[in-house]
Each structure stands twice: as structure tokens, then as C-alpha cells.
């Protein structure tokens, strides 16, 4: 394990890691910031899609992440610096103490990614949705139940950004994905995939919790405030949640975990 000391904020070796939180390296080389032990231990481990580039971590947290740094591959250069060195590097005091560099995956085609979910599974798609929050809630229960896929449409945020992996607590970073296409253009492609369609609507007449469970599932997440447009609901099966006192609105987030989990769970 050889880790490469670094004195000065200024140095080149870490300009990539330079003032993250007034730019984001999103759409940049292909390359995305990642945050945080938990974020890093996925990013290192067999289960990451991503590539490890490179590694900054406070002097102070070394020796108690020795494993995690040598759980990276060989080439990777891992920087050590004081917090002081690192806050200025970061542009903020950066408690966690570790920032990482990765790669994306390689984009997949949607037919290759339903390709490989299996006859009985679910998977999500997301269409406008904007909030990184959001995002990352979506991937964190998207893995957390054991989804296939996630799917965004060209409407999407980008997955990738820092906040929406830290929210995610590293699914992004493990979960396959297909970006890019309309929403429309997914619907179609989940039911020639032989895909049942559900879009999550607090007006469907259909409770979620009736819904018959089983085979090829797609679960389809709107935006908050404007949810899914009549044209896409009118393309899908339709479920709700049902809701006490008139109130008719979950975090997107919250309900997509509440329809993963009644799809996911064993009869």
C-alpha cells in the first residue's frame, strides 16, 4: 500500500478533487466524485460497475482504512493530506475526510439491459425526475429491494452527480442502468420486453397493495408536483397509494420504495 502524501492544496496531482462543491465533474471525461467511506467501500468493492481513479483521504483516517485502500486496484493513486491541506483542496471542511475519484460505466443499450433481468424481477423507471435527493432515494431503495435496473429517461438528472450518490449511499455506482431515451420510448421498449407497466399515481382508482405481484414488473416514478403526463399514464396500468385525510402526495422516493417492496416480496 503506498499512499502519496500531499502538502499543498495546490498541488496538480489533486487539481480533479479541486472546489467540488462549486463544480461537479459530471459529464467531464466521464469521470464523477464520490464521497464518504460508505460511497468509497462500493466504489472498491466487486459489486461496483465504476472504475476507481484516484483517492484523497485525511492523514488522520489512513490507518483505520487500510483495508478499503487495499481493496482498490494497484494502479490507483491514493493521496493522504492534513484536514487543513484537504478542506482547501475541497473548498469546505470536508468532515467525512475521503473523496474519490471514478469512472463511469460504459453506456448500455436498453435492450441489453432488460436482456439481463431475469424472468421474475422489477425494475424502475424514473421520468423528470430533477432532484438529486430524489435521485439518489430512488437508487438507494432500487437496490435496497433488489430492483434490476433503474431506468432514466432523457428528462433525468444525472445519476452521477456527488449528492445524488452520497444520498444513494453508492447504488448508483452498482446498479445498471439505461439514460438517455424518452419516456415514451422506455414504456415501449419494457413491453416488448415483455414488461408490465405500472405508473405510481395518487389518482389511479388501482391500490397499489392489490396489485397482482410476479413476473416482469416495471414500476414508473413521475416527478413531484407535475407526476407523469396524461399521455404516458394513458400508455401504462396505473396503481396508487392509498392515503388518509384527503392528503395525495409521497416523495417520489418514498414511493417507489413502497411499490419495490410490494412487488418484491414473496407472496
Not at 216 to 234: F, K, M, N, Q, Y
Amino acid at each position: 500500500m503506498a499512499v502519496i502524501p500531499i502538502d499543498d492544496p495546490r498541488d496538480a496531482r489533486v487539481a480533479a478533487f479541486r472546489d467540488i462543491r462549486e463544480r461537479d465533474l459530471t459529464g467531464r471525461q466521464g469521470l464523477f466524485v464520490a464521497e464518504g467511506e460508505v460511497v468509497l467501500r462500493v466504489l472498491a468493492s466487486p459489486a461496483s460497475l465504476c472504475r476507481p481513479v484516484a483517492a484523497l483521504i485525511a492523514e488522520k483516517r489512513i490507518a483505520g482504512l487500510v483495508d478499503l485502500i487495499e481493496a482498490l486496484p494497484p494502479a490507483t493513486p491514493v493521496y493522504s493530506a492534513a484536514q487543513p491541506v484537504l478542506d482547501g483542496v475541497a473548498g469546505f471542511h470536508l468532515h467525512r475526510g475521503i473523496l474519490a475519484l471514478g469512472e463511469k460505466p460504459v453506456p448500455r443499450p436498453l435492450s441489453e439491459v432488460l436482456a439481463g433481468a431475469p424472468d421474475e424481477s422489477v425494475v424502475v423507471v424514473a421520468c423528470g425526475i430533477g432532484n438529486h435527493d430524489n435521485m439518489g432515494g430512488i437508487f438507494r431503495a432500487a437496490a435496497a429491494f433488489g430492483a434490476a435496473a433503474v431506468l432514466l429517461d432523457d428528462r433525468c438528472c444525472d445519476p452521477f452527480y456527488r449528492k445524488a450518490i452520497r444520498v444513494s449511499v453508492g447504488a448508483v455506482l452498482r446498479t445498471p442502468m439505461s439514460t438517455g431515451l424518452g419516456a415514451g420510448v422506455l414504456v415501449e421498449g419494457l413491453k416488448t420486453a415483455g414488461f408490465r407497466v405500472l405508473a405510481m399515481s395518487p389518482s389511479s382508482p388501482s391500490p397499489l397493495h392489490l396489485a397482482p405481484r410476479g413476473g416482469r414488473t416495471a414500476i414508473v416514478l413521475g416527478a413531484e408536483g407535475p407526476g407523469l403526463p396524461s399521455d404516458l399514464l394513458e400508455r401504462c396500468e396505473t396503481v396508487g397509494v392509498p392515503m388518509s385525510g384527503g392528503f395525495d402526495s409521497l416523495n417520489v422516493a418514498t414511493a417507489g420504495a413502497i411499490a419495490l417492496h410490494h412487488f418484491t416480496r414473496q407472496a
